[in-house]
């Protein structure tokens, strides 16, 4: 019952580079987290990230960022477009050299909120993914199981050299856009010994 976010960011973001954040077994209640460069984040056996309930909690990421040198960014999307979006559970933007690993669970708890109810009418912002990665490099996803998405569940957008290896993604049949794996203008991904098992697609190929 206890709220985890702040413990475990600030796990996160003390961790020198090089180094592991390690999640024993047992249940942690936490709203989104994010990851940062050359960490890797191991979740135990046992280990389950729980997302949190209550929407009002998760940051809102805006659709496109006006850069200082004239480029544009774009942190939150919907459906392809630039929208502003909820940050995901585990979020990994504009970072490089990122592990997820181990064999807990990153469970987004999505049927005991209200993500799926009326799922396709904005509410503050735009449904949130499970695993949300954005503009990143050298980043690998491997062994866990992630589950019960608020919508899709893996969505990298403008990654390079990305390993999504080993692991299992389960969303119930009748979750409402709950895809599993959809890269969206990456390149050099590997996504190798995959079970999926979802209502919507198993992985879309977006714009690349």
């Given at each position: 019952?206890?709220?985890?976010?702040?413990?475990?960011?600030?796990?996160?973001?003390?961790?020198?580079?090089?180094?592991?954040?390690?999640?024993?077994?047992?249940?942690?209640?936490?709203?989104?987290?994010?990851?940062?460069?050359?960490?890797?984040?191991?979740?135990?056996?046992?280990?389950?990230?729980?997302?949190?309930?209550?929407?009002r909690?998760?940051?809102?990421?805006?659709?496109?960022?006006?850069?200082?040198?004239?480029?544009?960014?774009?942190?939150?999307?919907w459906e392809?477009?630039?929208?502003?979006?909820?940050?995901?559970?585990?979020?990994?933007?504009?970072?490089?050299?990122?592990?997820?690993?181990?064999?807990?669970?990153?469970?987004?708890?999505?049927?005991?909120?209200?993500?799926?109810v009326?799922?396709?009418?904005?509410?503050i912002?735009?449904?949130?993914?499970?695993?949300?990665?954005?503009?990143?490099?050298?980043?690998?996803?491997?062994?866990?199981?992630?589950?019960?998405?608020?919508?899709?569940?893996?969505?990298?957008?403008?990654?390079?050299?990305?390993?999504?290896?080993?692991?299992?993604?389960?969303?119930?049949?009748?979750?409402?856009?709950?895809?599993?794996?959809d890269p969206?203008?990456?390149?050099?991904?590997?996504?190798?010994?995959m079970?999926?098992?979802?209502?919507?697609?198993?992985?879309?190929?977006?714009?690349?």
């Amino acid at each position: 019952a206890a709220d985890c976010t702040a413990a475990l960011q600030a796990a996160i973001s003390v961790c020198p580079p090089g180094g592991t954040v390690r999640v024993p077994a047992g249940d942690y209640l936490t709203y989104p987290l994010f990851l940062r460069s050359d960490v890797l984040l191991y979740l135990e056996r046992g280990a389950r990230l729980l997302g949190g309930p209550d929407r009002r909690r998760y940051p809102v990421l805006p659709g496109m960022v006006q850069n200082s040198d004239g480029t544009e960014t774009s942190y939150g999307t919907w459906e392809g477009n630039p929208l502003d979006s909820f940050a995901g559970l585990l979020n990994i933007t504009q970072v490089h050299d990122v592990v997820v690993t181990g064999e807990g669970t990153l469970d987004c708890d999505a049927e005991n909120g209200d993500w799926w109810v009326t799922p396709k009418i904005k509410r503050i912002a735009w449904r949130p993914r499970a695993v949300a990665a954005v503009d990143s490099e050298n980043i690998c996803l491997h062994g866990i199981t992630v589950q019960n998405s608020y919508s899709w569940t893996i969505h990298p957008i403008f990654v390079k050299h990305l390993d999504l290896l080993n692991f299992n993604i389960n969303n119930p049949y009748n979750a409402p856009n709950t895809d599993g794996i959809d890269p969206e203008s990456c390149e050099y991904i590997r996504i190798i010994g995959m079970n999926i098992h979802v209502g919507d697609d198993c992985i879309a190929m977006k714009a690349s």
